[in-house]
């Protein structure tokens, strides 16, 4: 089993070190992308290939995994080398998943979502949907744990969609309030009081919440972008437009940040100090 | 003991009935209130004065417990005939807490806010601010739950509010969330997908805040508008914004929601149809 990944981040790596352990081999290509990309994919045992083509041409299963933005622009690039079955695993909505596999030529395209974060590594619950849904899902022989949901390109990302609007809606909500309280010193106290009726996990998954936030405020932009226009099908979503526009404005308020804070309050340090 | 309420919807009669069980002495006034109100009093046992003011008199301890928007006008109503201590108890910010308590002229007042619904009786955790909240916690010995967080008024306003930008910008965000998913016809997967990261609490509190949004959104609603006024102070709070927009847009898609309903997807019936 040859599996290829267009993209190579904290997804693909993982995922990737994951079926090594297995024996599936690996394939990406890095022609072009930052250094560390680079060494985590050599770091990790992955086979290199000259061009995105070669990846697509040489794999069982291409799994994408690149930015919103890029999603559709990588499936042009590679969509007619594609010889085995083409997963679209981006977070993006229902109708870039059909136009990015539209130029998949052997039409062999699978629409695959991620729900929650990578970090149960190969364990990392997926949804997919399609026709060929259940190609991709023989990858669960090597450890992974993708669940089809349905027959229809745009049923896993449309969940997925929903799924984000949700979490990072509590994410924006939590840094807004949290801000808040840290600025009256009150952000411990209400910590412990919304732990007393959000439930036990509550308090760790805020604070990961407000760490990750700054952090990966680029990414949700855009993921959120595609949350935002999918939903407006439906609805006029308020609260959805404000996630948004709370992601596209918190790197202007905190600067770039390199490093995951250590604690929230250091996020919050940083907006004080723009805002100044 | 006599504990006097100015207002006696669901906080102030749940209080009461709980205080009366263990022999405190109750008393309101309801002239010119809805005949639910009068007969919620009565039937609890509550002794009724013909004003305000005579509840004021009379009362070692006396509770605010009247809609946001009231809250001011009451405490200029009573403030001069105030005997014993004043309890702002409604969702108000600092601000509006700090002018109502004003006009009481013993300037025997304190702020203090209910953190989470009254559904836990008597037992509903309240806390407490200001240099006589002591006065107030003395009702520990009749089995309330107050805890007295500061010397200050405005404190515990000040964390109420920040809860309630917090869960009310959950709730709409489920909301919004959930009746995109409605009306995709994936709403109990997204339900049991969620329920998968955000804990053994999600689901029950998930439904119980899609079934009561519609029903409180008018009272939601004021409680918002004090909040963005609050939070103002420290940020540009879109979430917050967005939350307060939510609430006041909802009773315009739904129409007036006498009763509770049984099921969150008979509210978003209601708004497919005024949608039409």
């Known amino acids: 089993m040859k599996v290829g990944f267009l993209g190579f981040g904290e997804v693909a790596s993982t995922l990737a070190r994951g079926l090594l352990d297995q024996g599936v081999q690996i394939l990406t ?79 062999k395209t699978i629409d695959a979502a991620i729900m929650g974060g990578i970090k149960n590594g190969l364990k990392t619950p997926i949804i997919a949907s399609g026709p060929d849904a259940d190609i991709f899902a023989k990858l669960n022989q090597y450890g992974m744990n993708i669940d089809v949901i349905g027959q ?77 226009e999918f939903l407006s099908d439906y609805e006029d979503p308020m609260m959805t437009r404000a996630t948004c526009e709370f992601f596209h404005s918190l790197p202007l308020k905190t600067g770039t940040i390199k490093k995951k804070p250590a604690n929230y309050r250091e996020t919050f340090r940083k907006v004080d100090y723009k805002g100044k």
């Open 29 to 107: 290509c890095v022609e072009g992308r930052s250094s560390r990309t680079v060494d985590l994919a050599k770091s990790a045992g992955v086979e290199l290939s000259q061009t995105p083509q070669e990846v697509a041409e040489s794999s069982d299963i291409i799994l994408s995994t690149v930015v919103p933005a890029q999603t559709v622009n990588v499936a042009k690039e590679v969509g007619k080398t594609v010889k085995g079955v083409y997963v679209d695993l981006n977070n993006v909505s229902p109708a870039t998943v059909k136009k990015s596999l539209s130029y998949v030529v052997s039409g």
């Open 152 to 228: 229809g390109i745009g049923q896993a990302s449309a969940l997925k969609m929903l799924r984000s609007a949700y979490t990072k809606g509590v994410s924006a909500l939590l840094f807004e309030t949290f801000y808040a309280a840290y600025r009256m010193d009150v952000d411990e106290f209400l910590l412990n009081y919304l732990s007393q009726t959000e439930g036990p996990l509550f308090q760790e998954s805020a604070i990961s919440r407000l760490k990750s936030s700054a952090f990966h405020a680029k990414r949700r932009a855009q993921e959120m972008d595609e949350v935002l």
